[in-house]
């Protein structure tokens, strides 16, 4: 089994920056197999991906929408993820999430993920 707790959402205004963070817990966790991904939904749309991570090489993914805004990065040793979002504006307000799976192909997919948090809200305000 592996755990995921998200933390660090809140209020920021637009124009501003919020840091979240997700930590693995786990022995099931695999350094070499596993991506780690970031997800939102927004009330009354569709959850959809954000970014992701692959543990072993560090390689990145992002959408669209957030490409030169945000930036994930991992602590291979403290086992965390973070998401580093600067520049809110608000079509960023919604509950984020970090999910983790095992031999990811595609990294949007959120069906490709096993394992969720509780998610964590990033409101923001103009």
């Known amino acids: 089994q592996i755990r995921l707790v998200e933390s660090g959402g809140g209020l920021a205004q637009v124009g501003g920056s919020l840091s979240l963070n997700c930590e693995v817990f786990?022995?099931?966790?695999?350094?070499?197999?596993?991506?780690v991904g970031w997800f939102r939904q927004a009330p009354g749309k569709e959850r959809e991906f954000v970014a992701a991570?692959?543990?072993?090489?560090?390689?990145?993914y992002y959408a669209d929408s957030v490409k030169g805004r945000f930036t994930i990065s991992r602590d291979n040793a403290k086992l965390t993820v973070d998401l580093q979002m600067n520049n809110l504006n608000s079509e960023d307000a919604a509950i984020y999430f970090c999910?983790?799976?095992?031999?990811?192909?595609?990294?949007?997919?959120?069906?490709?993920?096993?394992?969720w948090g509780q998610g964590t809200q990033v409101t923001v305000s103009s």
């Open positions: 999910a983790t799976g095992r031999n990811v192909i595609s990294t949007m997919i959120d069906l490709e993920y096993e394992y």
């Open positions: 991570i692959t543990w072993e090489r560090g390689t990145t």
């Open positions: 786990g022995r099931t966790f695999n350094r070499y197999r596993n991506t």
